[in-house]
């Protein structure tokens, strides 16, 4: 079924003959070769202890500023709920399955020529109860509603027929799944909210969020693939317009890889792309 958004060159022989080889076994004959090595390696020896002491300073200072912003962000911004209108109960978050289940109560009747396949589609399910606001000294800033975690949903269609009589019946699975994007990993692995929303709300909110969240993590926003779900030469994607695909296993519904065009591709990918035929 299709998916649906929401969803060795040789060296010529030769020989040359020595009197008097240029090294021993003993070591170097003449003992200005050896302090010729000598002169070259000493210097970049001593060196060694002062990269390894850059390095280490290098990445303490780094520790230090990622905890300084992180105590900034947790003391001058607090994260709360978005309202949620009875009219968005849609947008409500659901628990994460992992695994396929099989569904018992179906409702009407399958059609007997109906394809066996996999219906998917994703969609936003924020973690952490739902889209989050924030209230600090520079004033409030918000998430806008398409935001969210991506979550795939997929139904397994599976087909059965009686050796009997021929009779069709059917299984249905579903199954669902996030997609772990790298902003994703991040936040689950703190168990809490860490980018700060910066779509909408009072100018210098948004400003003072955008910037912590670019001194934090690289990036102004947080990496949603929530938009769309398309096959391409055999493979299956999680999109949003604001990133690279990531490959999906439609069958288990695991992340596998960003998918940047074998390195050609660096910038985002729109999230309805249509396909063309030639």
Request: net charge negative; glycine share 6%.
């Amino acid at each position: 079924m299709g998916s649906w958004s929401h969803m060795l060159v040789v060296a010529p022989k030769c020989s040359i003959h020595q009197k008097r080889p240029f090294i021993s076994s003993h070591g170097f004959d003449h003992p200005s070769i050896a302090a010729g090595f000598s002169n070259i390696l000493m210097p970049m020896l001593r060196s060694v202890p002062q990269i390894t002491l850059q390095m280490d300073a290098s990445k303490t200072m780094k520790t230090i500023t990622t905890k300084l912003l992180d105590a900034v962000v947790d003391s001058v911004f607090q994260f709360v709920d978005m309202p949620r209108l009875p009219s968005q109960s849609n947008f409500a978050p659901v628990e994460e399955i992992g695994e396929a289940m099989v569904i018992i109560d179906i409702e009407g009747e399958i059609p007997n020529g109906f394809p066996e396949g996999v219906y998917i589609r994703n969609g936003s399910n924020p973690l952490f109860g739902g889209l989050k606001s924030t209230k600090s000294i520079f004033g409030n800033s918000d998430s806008a509603w398409v935001e969210g975690e991506g979550m795939l949903h997929a139904l397994y269609v599976k087909k059965k027929i009686d050796e009997n009589d021929g009779s069709i019946s059917y299984t249905i699975e579903y199954n669902n799944k996030y997609v772990e994007t790298s902003s994703y990993k991040l936040e689950k692995q703190s168990n809490k909210p860490l980018f700060l929303p910066a779509v909408k709300g009072d100018s210098l909110a948004v400003l003072s969020s955008l910037m912590l969240n670019k001194l934090r993590f690289g990036v102004n926003y947080k990496y949603y693939s929530n938009t769309n779900v398309f096959e391409h030469s055999g493979k299956f994607y999680s999109v949003a317009e604001s990133h690279l695909p990531i490959e999906i296993d439609i069958l288990t519904l695991n992340t596998l890889n960003q998918w940047d065009f074998n390195g050609t591709w660096n910038r985002p990918l729109c999230s309805h792309p249509k396909a063309v035929e030639s």
